[in-house]
């Protein structure tokens, strides 16, 4: 079964369809093809992705008389860079790509990410399609048209809002993945739950088990589920102006520890160690029942991932190393750390009223 989900946006030609499930490549195929007006589809991707499934998309694109034109490009987030970025410009403007083009972007977030950002800037704008390979972008990165690349400064500082014409979250990519990357993927999906779905999480808690053992029973179900709400957000709030902001959950927290420990920890999970460390906090302002961390936390670990600051791989971290890091986030407003807390589960809000010393306070604690 192929789910669908709508992505409503102003003007409506804007709008977009993530679809999702076993197959789902083969029947995007004839629609990718009507994004080819040249019958040529230009493919961003990674060495560990082609190796592993650019025959494939080769393959099921020459059933619509498309050809492949592909940059290949090296895995991890060192790739997000402004000379990678430069270089996916440079293949899309020697392929002569016009604005009505079309480019695919094929491999996890750093490949999305990146890509996604070229087609922002070529010609001040041309379509691109998400093809995601990996569970962390299939139910996040791919989804809403966030695009970006890392400095020295932070992760993700130069970017653009720019949506794709289609997703395809084809699970088929999924059963080549890694234990820990998959791990990683679905740390996104309990986010989705914990900002706005308290049933959702309780369905997780219950699927989550299985999912981890290798059952593909309800994966599609919870990608579909993530991919919704993500849908609903983006839809009221596509420039992140407001309640958009919610799915940053975990991410304040989870990007200082990924700049702390660059290529020693997985985006998943950093967001992972984030969100518990987001219900802590919570509890410890008074803010939030301590049975609802307990049972994020509780939840984090069965299914393998961080739980907290200190638990999260690359370690050991320093309180002040993190604080500083956070007081650079992208999202401060004023001069103020602009965190992402829980009243419960599926009850997020944002707040700029935590202190830095309050912060360091609460980091001196988790990192014990």
């Not at 679809?19 to 991707?45: D, F, H, M, P, Y």
């Not at 560990?48 to 991890?76: C, D, F, S, Y």
């Not at 993700?156 to 234990?179: C, R, S, W, Y």
């Not at 609903?232 to 420039?239: C, G, P, R, T």
């Amino acid at each position: 079964m192929i789910h669908k989900v709508h992505i409503s946006l102003e003007p409506k030609p804007r709008s977009y369809d993530v679809l999702i499930g076993e197959g789902a490549l083969r029947v995007a195929a004839a629609q990718i093809a009507s994004l080819c007006r040249r019958k040529v589809l230009l493919v961003v991707t990674d060495e560990t992705v082609a190796g592993l499934h650019l025959a494939a998309l080769e393959t099921q694109m020459a059933t619509q008389n498309v050809k492949i034109r592909a940059l290949i490009l090296p895995p991890g987030e060192a790739t997000k860079s402004f000379g990678q970025l430069e270089k996916v410009c440079d293949f899309l403007l020697e392929q002569e790509m016009e604005r009505g083009d079309c480019l695919a972007a094929f491999g996890g977030g750093v490949v999305g990410d990146l890509a996604g950002l070229a087609s922002a800037l070529v010609k001040r704008g041309t379509g691109f399609i998400q093809i995601p390979t990996t569970l962390l972008a299939q139910v996040d990165s791919s989804v809403g048209g966030k695009t970006a690349i890392n400095t020295r400064f932070g992760k993700n500082m130069i970017g653009a809002f720019h949506q794709p014409k289609l997703v395809v979250a084809d699970l088929g990519f999924l059963q080549t993945l890694e234990a820990r990357q998959w791990r990683a993927g679905y740390a996104e999906i309990i986010k989705m739950a914990c900002l706005s779905d308290e049933r959702f999480f309780s369905w997780l808690e219950q699927a989550g088990p299985n999912l981890l053992q290798g059952s593909s029973e309800n994966l599609d179900e919870a990608i579909f589920r993530s991919v919704q709400g993500k849908a609903k957000i983006v839809a009221k709030d596509e420039l992140e102006h407001e309640v958009r902001a919610l799915l940053n959950l975990g991410h304040t927290f989870g990007h200082a520890l990924e700049a702390e420990a660059p290529g020693q920890i997985l985006h998943g999970e950093a967001v992972a160690a984030g969100i518990g460390a987001a219900f802590s906090l919570s509890v410890d302002l008074g803010l939030c029942p301590s049975a609802a961390r307990e049972r994020v936390l509780a939840h984090l670990r069965a299914m393998g991932l961080p739980a907290s600051l200190g638990e999260a791989p690359g370690g050991p971290y320093t309180p002040s190393a993190l604080v500083l890091r956070m007081q650079s986030d992208k999202k401060n407003q004023n001069g103020n750390i602009h965190l992402i807390l829980c009243r419960n589960i599926g009850d997020a809000f944002v707040t700029s009223k935590v202190s830095s010393s309050e912060l360091l306070h609460f980091m001196e604690k988790e990192l014990v």
